[in-house]
Structures are given as structure tokens and as C-alpha cells.
């Protein structure tokens, strides 16, 4: 055995002591500064005068080493000489150490208030569990969402909204990036920041979920191959919520859930008791770009009705205060909206009627779905003259299908979502499309993931080509002008969305090159995950989806009105009901129509006319007028189309 030395011993002890904290620290440096004090006060005893016995010596040492003012009173060299070392230690141990502990503890207490380890005192608040790409543009919408906020805060009797953030890392950086953000900016105060993972129960208590008014969990990206998944992170969160409302015999708090995989909803809903929502991200993004391909211009809607900023969004209101009226009525007293449609009670389901005949009857535990620009305009208003009651009869059947043959779709990169786009692809039975996937991930693993997704049964021809469409050679001799349809995703391999959408912007003007060298252009549809770059490619012609935003409005609108939720998946799934592009000479309209004429032209098809696709684009670029003045004449041209809600 090796023999320790004393030093070794007394350094290990003080060393076990300074680790403690800030109070065993100043411990410490109180016992060294009661040394020097007794040693100095020693050394100067023997002088005698002015000293009368040794508690005297020593409190002149404590003086000298706490304040150097002291000096110039000492008489002898010796007494100046202990002093004066009194003085130089008084530097290093009383000032410097005790000035450096108490800094470095208050640096730490400042750290963690930063971090948000401080439980909140709330009720009825918003909790957003997790810190990801669509945190910013989701309380970008909540918090600009002014009309269906206060009626959220009126049905919860409290008259400010308060979001709560658990963040894995909470930070005074993300303060600033709250800031900074264009949809929050001031608004920021309303926003509180906590430090924890969602899969911590301990955080979860953090955040206050129980006295939560909502809880909205978004989507995390991870590794691929990674065994640990934002479904898997949900559903350990949604499990914690209810076990710790049983412990404390609480009740639960609506939890809108955000999950990648459309197969886990029976786990979500086993795993979670209390009132849920769940928005399927993956197959959300997965069902537009398919309707886009079916019926191309509709990524405009989408990034309309489906992202915050100017245009129309789609209301959901009680039908309480509109009892008795029929839908027809409802529309001639709401001339600033368009009314799709209503929701009626079918046992805890609703069942989805868009569009509704005019003389649907309102009953109050109805809702009713509306398209406006702002939420004020699907409320009465005495000063705006009704309109005329339009007649629209029962909906009917009248698809438009695509050209005939086979569709053949080029795809350039992977995510997670191409296993569901496939799926999608597969929904639709009566169609025929052949899908061409380029990546540089392996082939086989990419056949794996969507056999894993699909069972192995898919209607769809899938091709698997090991290329990379950033080099012009390799993406040259795919051939893309021999395709109907291009789609460029974002990676969600790389590091951030910035680096993922840099890859996809520079494959896109490359693609272009390729493109420009043909007669017929193929539709081209590009997916980008950070919303900074969307007017990077303003003017360029290509669809464009930004998926964190879609995402981040669906969640954010469902957390206020959570019929919604049924009302998109009508819109955006096979069959029922669907937004679909027009000719003109397909209706009988007169040579000079305002869009009061075309909507009652429309409705005797049992259709609601939505607006206009221009196809020459005005001077910002956009193709698309929704819920145009009803006395504004369109001035149809033969290219133009009519924007219509149909039945598929």
C-alpha cells in the first residue's frame, strides 16, 4: 500500500470542502483569514506596547488584513514588515477569494434562473413541450391569432394569454431569437421559457401541465436509425401527464399531439386518457403535395389557408348564437365571408358536410366552417347590407381526373415522409403513378423503410436511383424532362434546416438549367423546412411548401378550435371533400360576371366558388385571389381558372 502524505490529506479534505458550494467555500476562506489573523497577531507580541494581550495582537492582524488603509499607521520596521504581509494576503485571500466566490455564485444563481428551473404558478396557460423548427412559427400563431384567442380566454374566464416553453436548453439566446422572430417581437413578455425534455416527469411538473388551458406537443426531428423517435418521446409524455393527474387526482388538460407516424394514433389515444387531438405531420405535408400534384396552382391555397400572414383562413364557429338560421340565410348575413360547409354531432364524431345545401338548418350544437380573411368578418355586422339568399343545392360527384395514362413523378432527395407520400400515392386507387426515388441514401435501406411503412403492399411503381442531383452529370442522366412531375424535399439528415434547404435551393437552380433545355416543363413542387428562405426564390417557377409553417398553423389552430382538425383531414384526404380547379366555359356565366354572379352560377351545381387563379401572376407573383369583393367584375381570360369547393 502506498503511504499518503499529511499534505496529500489536508489538500483532499479542503478540496471536498470547496467542491460543496459558495457556503462551504466561504467556510473555507473564514478559516484561512482566522490563520493569518492568529499568526499575524503572534508575530507581533513580543513588541508588547501598544498591544495589552494577544486578542489585542490579533484583531490589529484581522485589521490589517481586511482593510490595507490601516498601513501607514504601524510604527517599526518589523511591525511594517508583518503588515505589510498582512496587507499583500488580505489582496489575495479576503478581496480576491471572497470577491471571486461570490461572483462565481452569482453567475451561477443568475445560470440557473436563465435556465428556467423555477416551477410556474399558472392556470389555464399554453404549454408548448419542446423547442424545435415550428416553435417559433407556432407562437408566431398563437399569439397573432387575436379572434379565436379571446374566445379561448372568454371560455376559460381569464383575460391573458401566457405560453409556456420546455426547452431541452433553455437559454437567453433563445430570448433574443423570440425577439427577433417577426410574428412575436414585443410579445415576447407573454412568453415563458422552462429547461427540461418532454420525457421528464419532473419537467412536465415544470411547466404546470395539469393547470395547463392546453399542451401542445410538436414533432422533434432525430437521427436516422435512431431507436429513440419523437413518437416515442410523445407518447412517454402523454403516459407522464396521466400518471401524474391520477397521483394528484387531477383532471386532465386537452393535449393536441403532433406525431410523425400515422400508425401510432391507436397508441396515442391507449397511452392518454383525457381529451386529444392528433395531427399526423407527417401524412399532413404527405396529402398536400399530393393534391398539389393532382391539381397543380394549390400549394398557393395551401400556404394561404394554411400560414399566418395576409389572405384567408378557414373559421369554425358555434352554432349556439346562429340556431334557426339556415346556411343560406347565414351567407346572405355574413356578406365578408364564404360559408363551406357545417359540422354536425355524430356520437363523439362529427360528421362533415362541406358543401352544404343552402337550406341546411343550423341547430346549436352545430359548428360552422367559414372562409374569411380575419376572424371579426365571420361575426355579425349590422352597418354591411346583407346580400341576396343564393340557392345551392345537394353536392355532386364531378372529379377531374388527370390526363390518361400513367403520372411519373421524379423525387430528388429523402426524409422521413417519403414512406407516407408513397402511401398517399397509393390512396388513390383509380389513378395510375410511377415514382422515381434519387438520393444518395442506399437504395435497399430506402426500400426497407417503406416496405416497414407500407406492409409490403402498395399499388405504386417504385423506382430506387443511387445518384446525387446536386452533381449535373448524375442528375442529367435521370432525364427530367421525361417526367409529369418534379418534387424537391428537404433533407432532414443534415444538421439544420438551413443547411437542408441550401441543398435544395442549389439542386433547384440547377434543375432549372436542365428544364430550360426542353419544350414541355414538367410541374415542379419544392418543400423547404426554415421559413427565412421562402422569398429567397420569389419569382422563380416552382411550387413551393413550407412544411414547419403548415405544420406549426395546423397545431397552433387546433389548440384554439379543435374541430378543425376533422375540417382539413376532409380537405386534404381521398374522397369527400376537395379544392379543385375550374374552367370557366364549364359553367354557364355571362360575358361580364362579378364573383357574386359566379357564386351563385357555382352554387347551382351544388359548389361554393372560392375565388379566382389568375394565370398571369400580379407584380408580388401571386396567381391566387381568394374571397375576392363580391361586386369586383373578373375579367376571365380562357387561361384564368375558377377556385371551387366540390365533392371529389
Known amino acids: 500500500m502506498i503511504p499518503f502524505r499529511f499534505v496529500d490529506r489536508v489538500k483532499f479534505i479542503v478540496e471536498r470542502q470547496l467542491v460543496k458550494g459558495a457556503g462551504f467555500q466561504l467556510l473555507v476562506v473564514g478559516v484561512f483569514i482566522g490563520i493569518i489573523s492568529l499568526v499575524g497577531?503572534?508575530?507581533?507580541?513580543?513588541?508588547?506596547?501598544?498591544?495589552?494581550?494577544?486578542?489585542?495582537?490579533?484583531?490589529?492582524?484581522?485589521?490589517?488584513?481586511?482593510?490595507?488603509?490601516?498601513?501607514?499607521?504601524?510604527?517599526?520596521?518589523?511591525?511594517?514588515?508583518?503588515?505589510?504581509?498582512?496587507?499583500?494576503?488580505?489582496?489575495?485571500?479576503?478581496?480576491?477569494?471572497?470577491?471571486?466566490?461570490?461572483?462565481?455564485?452569482?453567475?451561477?444563481?443568475?445560470?440557473?434562473?436563465?435556465?428556467?428551473?423555477?416551477?410556474?404558478?399558472?392556470?389555464?396557460?399554453?404549454?408548448?413541450?419542446?423547442?424545435?423548427?415550428?416553435?417559433?412559427?407556432?407562437?408566431?400563431?398563437?399569439?397573432?391569432?387575436?379572434?379565436?384567442?379571446?374566445?379561448?380566454?372568454?371560455?376559460?374566464?381569464?383575460?391573458?394569454?401566457?405560453?409556456?416553453?420546455?426547452?431541452?436548453?433553455?437559454?437567453?439566446?433563445?430570448?433574443?431569437?423570440?425577439?427577433?422572430?417577426?410574428?412575436?417581437?414585443?410579445?415576447?413578455?407573454?412568453?415563458?421559457?422552462?429547461?427540461?425534455?418532454?420525457?421528464?416527469?419532473?419537467?412536465?411538473?415544470?411547466?404546470?401541465?395539469?393547470?395547463?388551458?392546453?399542451?401542445?406537443?410538436?414533432?422533434?426531428?432525430?437521427?436516422?436509425?435512431?431507436?429513440?423517435?419523437?413518437?416515442?418521446?410523445?407518447?412517454?409524455?402523454?403516459?407522464?401527464?396521466?400518471?401524474?393527474?391520477?397521483?394528484?387526482?387531477?383532471?386532465?388538460?386537452?393535449?393536441?399531439?403532433?406525431?410523425?407516424?400515422?400508425?401510432?394514433?391507436?397508441?396515442?389515444?391507449?397511452?392518454?386518457?383525457?381529451?386529444?387531438?392528433?395531427?399526423?405531420?407527417?401524412?399532413?405535408?404527405?396529402?398536400?403535395?399530393?393534391?398539389?400534384?393532382?391539381?397543380?396552382?394549390?400549394?398557393?391555397?395551401?400556404?394561404?389557408?394554411?400560414?399566418?400572414?395576409?389572405?384567408?383562413?378557414?373559421?369554425?364557429?358555434?352554432?349556439?348564437?346562429?340556431?334557426?338560421?339556415?346556411?343560406?340565410?347565414?351567407?346572405?348575413?355574413?356578406?365578408?365571408a364564404i360559408v363551406l360547409g357545417i359540422l354536425k354531432r355524430s356520437g363523439k364524431a362529427w360528421m362533415v358536410r362541406m358543401p352544404a345545401s343552402s337550406d341546411t338548418v343550423i341547430e346549436a350544437g352545430d359548428r360552422v366552417v367559414m372562409m374569411a380573411r380575419d376572424y371579426t368578418e365571420t361575426e355579425s355586422d349590422s352597418k354591411v347590407p346583407p346580400l341576396p339568399v343564393i340557392t345551392r343545392g345537394e353536392p355532386a360527384s364531378r372529379a377531374v381526373s388527370l390526363s390518361g395514362g400513367v403520372h411519373r413523378i421524379l423525387v430528388l432527395g429523402w426524409n422521413r415522409r417519403v414512406p407516407s407520400l408513397i402511401d398517399e400515392f397509393s390512396s388513390y386507387s383509380q389513378r395510375r403513378f410511377e415514382v422515381d426515388l434519387v438520393s444518395v441514401v442506399p437504395a435497399k435501406e430506402r426500400e426497407q423503410e417503406i416496405d416497414r411503412y407500407l406492409g409490403g403492399q402498395r399499388d405504386v411503381i417504385c423506382r430506387h436511383i443511387e445518384a446525387d442531383y446536386m452533381v449535373e452529370g448524375e442528375l442529367r442522366r435521370v432525364g427530367p424532362l421525361n417526367y409529369d412531375s418534379i418534387m424537391l424535399l428537404s433533407s432532414d439528415r443534415l444538421a439544420s434546416g438551413e443547411e437542408a434547404d441550401a441543398r435544395a435551393m442549389v439542386g433547384y437552380l440547377q434543375l432549372e438549367d436542365l428544364l430550360s433545355e426542353g419544350d414541355r416543363r414538367p410541374q415542379l413542387i419544392m418543400e423547404l423546412s426554415d421559413p427565412d428562405n421562402q422569398n429567397l426564390l420569389m419569382g422563380h417557377q416552382s411550387e413551393m411548401l413550407i412544411s414547419p409553417m403548415i405544420i406549426s398553423h395546423v397545431l397552433a389552430q387546433v389548440a384554439l378550435r379543435r374541430e378543425l382538425r376533422v375540417v382539413l383531414d376532409e380537405l386534404f384526404t381521398v374522397g369527400g371533400a376537395e379544392v379543385q380547379f375550374r374552367d370557366p366555359q364549364d359553367y354557364p356565366l355571362p360575358a361580364s360576371a362579378d364573383f357574386q354572379v359566379l357564386e351563385k352560377t357555382v352554387a347551382a351545381e351544388g359548389e361554393v366558388a372560392l375565388g379566382i387563379w389568375r394565370a398571369q401572376p400580379d407584380s408580388l407573383g401571386r396567381h391566387l385571389a381568394l374571397s375576392p369583393p363580391r361586386d369586383e367584375y373578373l375579367d376571365l381570360n380562357s387561361a384564368d381558372r375558377l377556385v371551387v369547393l366540390c365533392n371529389a
Open 41 to 336: 497577531g503572534l508575530l507581533v507580541i513580543p513588541l508588547g506596547t501598544p498591544f495589552e494581550d494577544v486578542g489585542d495582537a490579533i484583531w490589529w492582524a484581522f485589521l490589517r488584513l481586511t482593510d490595507p488603509g490601516y498601513l501607514g499607521d504601524d510604527v517599526g520596521n518589523w511591525q511594517r514588515f508583518v503588515s505589510t504581509i498582512l496587507t499583500v494576503s488580505g489582496y489575495v485571500v479576503f478581496m480576491g477569494t471572497l470577491v471571486a466566490i461570490l461572483t462565481r455564485w452569482l453567475i451561477a444563481k443568475m445560470t440557473d434562473l436563465e435556465r428556467g428551473l423555477t416551477p410556474v404558478t399558472l392556470r389555464n396557460h399554453i404549454v408548448v413541450l419542446g423547442w424545435t423548427s415550428q416553435t417559433l412559427p407556432l407562437l408566431g400563431e398563437l399569439l397573432g391569432s387575436s379572434g379565436r384567442m379571446r374566445r379561448f380566454l372568454e371560455k376559460r374566464e381569464t383575460n391573458r394569454l401566457r405560453l409556456v416553453v420546455l426547452s431541452e436548453h433553455a437559454s437567453a439566446a433563445q430570448v433574443h431569437e423570440l425577439r427577433d422572430e417577426p410574428g412575436i417581437g414585443r410579445k415576447s413578455r407573454q412568453i415563458i421559457l422552462r429547461a427540461g425534455a418532454a420525457i421528464q416527469p419532473d419537467a412536465l411538473q415544470r411547466v404546470a401541465c395539469l393547470d395547463a388551458a392546453a399542451v401542445i406537443v410538436p414533432s422533434a426531428s432525430h437521427q436516422a436509425g435512431s431507436l429513440v423517435t419523437s413518437d416515442v418521446e410523445t407518447v412517454k409524455a402523454l403516459l407522464s401527464i396521466a400518471a401524474q393527474a391520477r397521483h394528484l387526482g387531477a383532471s386532465l388538460p386537452f393535449v393536441i399531439a403532433e406525431i410523425q407516424d400515422v400508425r401510432k394514433l391507436p397508441v396515442i389515444e391507449r397511452a392518454y386518457p383525457g381529451e386529444v387531438e392528433v395531427v399526423a405531420g407527417d401524412a399532413t405535408i404527405s396529402r398536400l403535395m399530393v393534391q398539389n400534384i393532382l391539381h397543380p396552382g394549390l400549394s398557393e391555397i395551401y400556404n394561404e389557408l394554411l400560414t399566418a400572414g395576409e389572405g384567408c383562413e378557414i373559421y369554425i364557429r358555434g352554432g349556439d348564437a346562429l340556431a334557426g338560421l339556415s346556411l343560406g340565410e347565414l351567407a346572405s348575413l355574413r356578406p365578408q
